[in-house]
């Protein structure tokens, strides 16, 4: 990992690419839990600072002029390797955003062409990008930042925005007991739920009743046996650990191709062993 | 059936309308645009078929940077979804007969972020020697904002890869198959997975808030040196582009020019070309004509055959 980081203290996607948030969030946090390289670690921490926007938000790389959902991972660094007043711009920053489909405008719009209802804008989650619609992923990784964030206290309504947020989530579980990327139903016809983000709900419904996620954690074992992908698996041994249970793999051993998902790797055996960076 | 016009279809129809009036002035005169139809199949005949129909439209790329833009969607071990191995193999390898300097493969799939499992579960890494190296996953690219020149779209600038802004020539390869947003799914709408889902996200959101259709046609803009081979030979027809059903056509279709390319698959599928929006709003209604595409090689009635729709796109059956 430390050969992959690149001079400027973040890491990329891949060998040869520039720095990016996400693979320098995943990373650190990595890092935090194997051998540790401090000097490794503060060049990272300092380039995610520096990356910092004036918004309190965070690009996904340097070249996009825009905070993203990034901006979620990154509040998941610890506040204080992050800095005090750096991760309270970014708790700000996530408590402003909403999927589009929660707007008056939009909601207005559907009552003009007669399709008001279901779940869609009944309970606010986050988009991946401003402008757009809430979707499973940016919602979760921002439930799981603000419920870091709601030990310190910080801004008002966290706590209602992440009951809101958890509401959300349970919105859209899929037929088949897991999460699909968004809604669990289109054209009326009932989506497949992605380990990914079966995973990513799992955590961010840490503890919530196991009596209410029965048949996901049915779901999400029964997808771990069969998972086909090394992220995918990181993502649903994180989220099961979130709820005592620890998932075994499928049979075939997994390919490890890219910082991410080598990262995301080392944090699932780290939660094998007890600890969970997501919700520390 | 209610053939009572909604608000829904009311709005679409005045966006589409001003969008064709702008077409319309937009659109000159052009060469008419050539598409090839060949018979194929998933086997070793494949890569004399792809080299042939790459000589036969001059691609001239000796020293050229090749990069090819298949369609990988979801796990399927089945060759309906997503753009078989074995074509985007015989594309390789004909753009490397032909003098490319350098060719790769890259896509950015919309729902699914873990593209290299996606693409070994699709049998590119058995079939495509080295793939890994020749990969670029474009989710995860170095990105370079592009302005849209009068957009159809409500952006007016975009994030793309510089992988395929670099490319000297973009190929695009997808499947033939049925959309159940867009009607059907081509070599245009293809160009989707070109936007990069870590700065957009899984999906990438933002086109469909920005007009799905127009997107498209901004996207087919913002690259112009394209060529399109599309696989045909399992399509999928009914609730694409996921759910649908394989659906045997066993061709080939390719040309320069997307819109033509797209407008001949439409009439293999049986589907109308000029009830396809984003058809429509690229090259406007005459340039979808039939009579102003020339065919070469097997004829659409040869191979026509009628995929099955959703009751949402009935009334797009030719």
Known sequence: MKNLQNRDGGWPYRKGGGSSAEPTVLALLAQSVEQADRESIERGLAWLRAAQRQDGGWAPQPQVSQS??????????????????????????????????????????????????????????W??????????????LSILALAKAQRYQMAGGIAQRIVVGQQFLMDRICQDGGWNYGRANVLGVEADSYPETTGQALLALHGVPPSKLEKPLVAAQAQASRCQSAEGLSWLQLGLQAHGIAAAGPVRVLAYRHIADTSLGILARAALRGRNLFLE | MNHGITRRELLSISAGNLALTRCSRMSGRRPQPRVSIVRAGYNQSIYDTVRRLLVEHRLDVRGRRVVIKPNLVEFDPGTTINTHPMVVHATLEGFRAMGAAEVRIAEGPGHRRVTMDLADAAGYFETIPHFEDLFIDLNLDD????????????????????????????VSLPKMKTHHWVGATLSMKNFFGLVPGSVYG?????????????????????????????????????????????????????????????????????????????????????????????????????????????????????
Not at chain 2, 236 to 244: D, T
Not at chain 2, 288 to 295: H, K, P, T
């Open chain 2, 202 to 318: 899984w999906p990438k959101n933002v086109l469909h808030w920005a007009g799905i259709d127009e997107c498209i046609v901004d996207l087919h803009a913002a690259f112009p040196r394209h060529f399109a081979i599309v696989d045909g030979i399992v399509a999928m027809e009914g609730n694409g582009p996921i759910q649908g059903r394989p659906k045997p056509v066993g061709v080939l279709v390719a040309g320069k020019d997307m819109a033509a390319v797209d407008a001949t698959c439409c009439r293999i599928m049986k589907i109308n070309p000029a009830s396809i929006r984003y058809l429509l709003l690229a090259v406007g209604p005459h340039q979808l004509d039939e009579a102003n595409i020339g065919q070469i090689g097997e004829t659409i009635p040869r191979v026509q055959t009628p995929f099955g729709l959703i009751e949402e796109w009935q009334n797009i059956r030719l």
């Open chain 1, 127 to 140: 988009p991946f990008f401003p402008g757009a619609a809430a979707w499973v992923t940016p919602s979760a």
């Open chain 1, 68 to 125: 993203t959902w990034v901006t979620a991972l990154v509040a998941l660094m610890p506040r204080d390797s992050l800095g005090v007043s750096r991760h309270a711009r970014a708790i700000d920053w996530l408590m402003g955003q909403t999927g589009r489909e929660a707007s008056l405008a939009y909601k207005l719009r559907n009552e003009l062409l007669g399709e008001g209802g279901g779940v869609i804008g009944k309970h606010e989650g």
């Open chain 2, 143 to 170: 990105v370079s904002q592009v302005l849209l020149r009068d957009p159809f779209s409500r952006l007016h600038s975009i994030y793309l890869p510089n992988t395929a802004l670099s490319a000297d020539l973009l």
